[in-house]
């Protein structure tokens, strides 16, 4: 990927870090936005990025090149895709580990970002506290339908295979024909590494909007050492040993997770049981839009069965209700309300 004329080729140090080079070297001090080398920075690139790596807490010295370089290339790809419409990028803030690392890496870049957080309406209190507290520059987008659990009373329960709640609340867009910056990062899983191919890309559901991802090839403990290293403060919940941070009861994540979830917020679990016993009363038994039996109803007795369904995994639900011994529910589709070419047929008899 070529190089902007005049920006330097190495990553961007703190004001007054003090780098050493070698033995016998006392070190330079580095000034804000300049590579190590001073000047444009294009001079012994590969001594420039050891002095760096020697400046970042990491034991093997390999690393810490290898996370110089992944810096560089983050924000070289930040300065070469800047929108050429003279609209600044638009960035997806969600208060997590990837979204602050995103935001200083734009920050050292010296590009335009105007930060959008889509509320939820489910994520933890304590981000969303910390959002509000150490990012005010962040545009809060409200839900165009409200809260979560009302829509999904219309919608029905998400899902891992039916993931309306992620197109209505995390991943709308803001505006058209825009550049989005995102922490998508390949190593979060298998999925997300055959999605996402590359660290720039069109939009498969909006064509004209670009997705610039600066961080998509860095690892977990790469993105830890750049929050340390940098000083960036974090959100409080990851001390607490939660690794990911988002919607409270995601069907995306692994049951452990969700009760791991649930047991911190035992108020997020009672809202979802209700939800589940709310739908259970308005459907079960009635015909849905194509006139068969509703899904939950045909497969479980209770909402109480339907939901350990739900917060078990969402696995087959013929092999769940055997592993649990359960009675194996054949229940085909079938029409509630008999349609009018029927009904002739049963009045015109054989």
């Keep these: 990927m070529g190089l902007l004329p005049g920006r330097p080729r190495v990553p961007v140090v703190p004001v007054g870090k003090r780098v050493h080079r070698g033995p016998g070297d006392s070190g330079q001090t580095c000034e804000e936005g300049r590579g190590l080398s001073g000047g444009d920075g294009r001079k012994g690139e590969g001594m420039i ?18 996370l110089g370089f992944l810096i560089q290339r983050s924000v070289t790809l930040l300065w070469v895709n800047v929108p050429k419409d003279g609209r600044p990028y638009v960035g997806a803030f969600s ?15 010296g590009v335009p970002v105007e930060w959008h957080y889509h509320q939820t309406t489910i994520d933890p ?10 990012h ?4 809060w987008d409200k839900p ?5 659990f009302i829509r999904a009373e219309k919608k029905g329960f998400p899902t891992w295979r039916s993931r309306w709640c992620c197109d209505e609340y995390k991943e709308s867009s803001v505006g058209a024909s825009r550049t989005e910056i ?9 999925r997300r590494k055959r999605t996402w191919t590359q660290c720039v890309m069109s939009h498969s559901k909006k064509p004209k909007t670009l997705i610039v991802m600066p961080i998509r090839l860095w690892s977990d403990e790469q ?13 409080s919940l990851y001390d607490e040993g939660f690794k990911r941070l988002g919607c409270i009861g995601c069907p995306l994540i692994t049951p452990k997770q969700r009760q791991f979830e649930f047991d911190r917020w035992p108020g997020f679990e009672r809202r979802w049981k209700l939800l589940f016993r709310r739908l259970w009363a308005a459907r079960s038994g009635k015909p849905d839009r194509n006139g068969n039996e509703w899904w939950g109803s045909r497969h479980c007795d209770s909402w109480e069965e339907l939901w350990d369904w739900w917060n078990g995994g969402q696995k087959n639900i013929s092999q769940w209700r055997l592993d649990r011994g359960l009675r194996l529910k054949i229940a085909p589709k079938k029409r509630c309300t008999t349609t009018p070419a029927m009904a002739g047929l049963m009045e015109a008899g054989p």
């Design 182 to 190: 995102t922490g998508i990062r390949i190593a979060e899983g298998e």
């Design 144 to 148: 165009k339908h409200g809260n979560l």
């Design 223 to 235: 993105v830890w050492e750049f929050i340390k290293y940098r000083g960036i403060n974090y959100c």
């Design 95 to 109: 208060g997590g580990k990837d979204s602050i690392v995103i935001k200083e890496l734009a920050r050292m870049a």
């Design 136 to 139: 005010p520059d962040v545009v």
């Design 125 to 134: 209190p304590e981000l969303v506290r910390f959002i509000r507290q150490e």
């Design 49 to 66: 990025l050891r002095a760096y790596a020697r400046a970042l807490p990491l034991k093997d010295e390999y690393d810490a090149i290898r």
